[in-house]
């Protein structure tokens, strides 16, 4: 079996698929995309494809070597997320063509399903306490919020005061035992950091995910030891050498790879063996399309330390188009007293509807996140 061909898809909300054609008709599909510039990364798929045109798809690994050693240059958003849906098109490619999910040539599944959260609120969420019962009340058991809106380095105790309230609020609407994720999204500095996980303590949130930047991980030691909250991290990491930084300090306790960034399901597979080494817990970031999803439950189906998978349907991103839009088998996404079953198809274990992503396409998108700014006019971190 040769590589023949890749075809890549812009589609809406804000996604990229990929395809990859072999000469015996199987094909595979992925999702290399950095949101905001879903088309550099295009850009780097094509660079990759005249390495790979020709090629036998079976050889997952040795490509990922070359993909990633073979440039020189090496790492970061653009070039890892380019590997990403690739490896993952390969993967979906082997195990059609075996007649197996991805998972089962890992090494099998360790667990039938796995629990998901889903999105309240916005990018500055209002009435988050209502739509959390809304949510709740459709069976999901833990739920995620943007925690924060903008903060300066050092910033008032009225704006904390502010955030507190309505992670307070969110609480008293869902009980005592449903999980909330706070998820900062490296808006808060250092100086700051310490002070909202001190006062977020008593609210016995699941986890608070990026309370700095991953750039500061050293101030991650002084977070953990002002909180007894879970820290959350890694969606803008992109490697096993980014995540061995962080692993060897000690200070996370969750680590959220994304597959569409880190080096799809070759590197995340390595990744969440390292995490299990420290004895640190796996959750996917994933509020991407159905292709990343599908990708992500093939290793949440074969990590042990894998406990919660992030999904995006009904994000506050998913205007036009959500997840469900562009597959056929639509059952396979099926979200049951708040978790989902691993997928049992071959491959990826999802049905890409070819002529709907055609058709979406023509329409593309040109996805760019809000600039932020300051009261006094400096940017702020979105």
């Known amino acids: 079996m040769k590589i023949t061909k890749l075809t890549t898809y812009v589609v809406p ?31 780097a798929v094509h660079e990759l494809s005249d390495y790979l045109i020709g090629k036998d798809p079976f050889l997952i690994e040795d490509h990922w070597q070359v993909m990633y050693r073979g440039g020189f240059y090496r790492g970061g958003a653009i070039h890892m997320s380019a590997i990403s849906g690739i490896d993952q098109a390969l993967w979906d490619i082997k195990g059609k063509a075996l007649g197996q999910p991805i ?27 209502a739509n959390a019962k809304e949510v709740v009340a459709r069976g999901f058991k833990a739920i995620k919020m943007n925690g924060a809106e903008e903060l300066q380095i050092v910033d008032t105790h009225e704006k904390i005061d502010a955030i507190i309230a309505n992670i307070a609020a969110v609480r008293e609407a869902v009980g005592p035992h449903i999980g909330i994720g706070a998820d900062f999204h490296g808006r808060v500095h250092r100086p700051m950091a ?6 977020l303590d008593p609210y016995k949130l699941l986890f608070i995910e990026e309370p700095v930047l991953s750039e500061n991980y050293e101030a991650l030691k002084e977070i953990a030891n002002h909180s007894s909250t879970p820290i959350a991290l890694g969606e803008r990491l992109y490697s096993r050498w ?9 200070y996370v306790d969750i680590l959220q790879p994304d597959l569409s960034h880190a080096g799809g399901i070759t590197e995340c597979r390595k990744i969440a063996t390292m995490a299990e080494a420290y004895d640190v817990a796996l959750a996917p970031h994933c509020p991407l399309g159905p292709i990343a999803l599908a990708a992500c439950l093939q290793i949440d189906a074969v990590s042990y330390n894998a406990f919660i998978q992030e999904q995006s349907l009904g994000i506050h991103y998913n205007k036009g188009n959500d997840i469900l839009d562009y597959i056929a088998n639509k059952e396979v996404f099926h979200y049951a007293d708040g978790f989902v079953g691993i997928p049992q198809g071959s491959g990826l274990g999802i049905e890409v509807n070819e002529a709907y992503v055609i058709e979406r396409a023509k329409e593309g998108h040109r996805w760019r996140n809000p600039v932020w700014r300051h009261e006094d006019g400096s940017v702020a971190e979105w």
């Open 13 to 43: 909300p804000r996604w990229l698929f990929l395809k990859i054609e072999t000469d015996e008709g199987i094909v595979g599909w992925g999702e290399p995309v950095v949101e905001g510039r879903a088309l550099t990364v295009e850009a």
């Open 194 to 199: 310490k002070v909202l996980a001190r006062e």
């Open 242 to 250: 980014d995540f061995k930084r962080i692993l060897s300090e000690g």
């Open 103 to 129: 998972h089962s040539l890992l090494g099998g599944q360790v667990r039938d399903k796995i629990k998901v959260y889903s999105w309240i609120g916005g990018d500055r969420p209002s009435d988050v306490a």
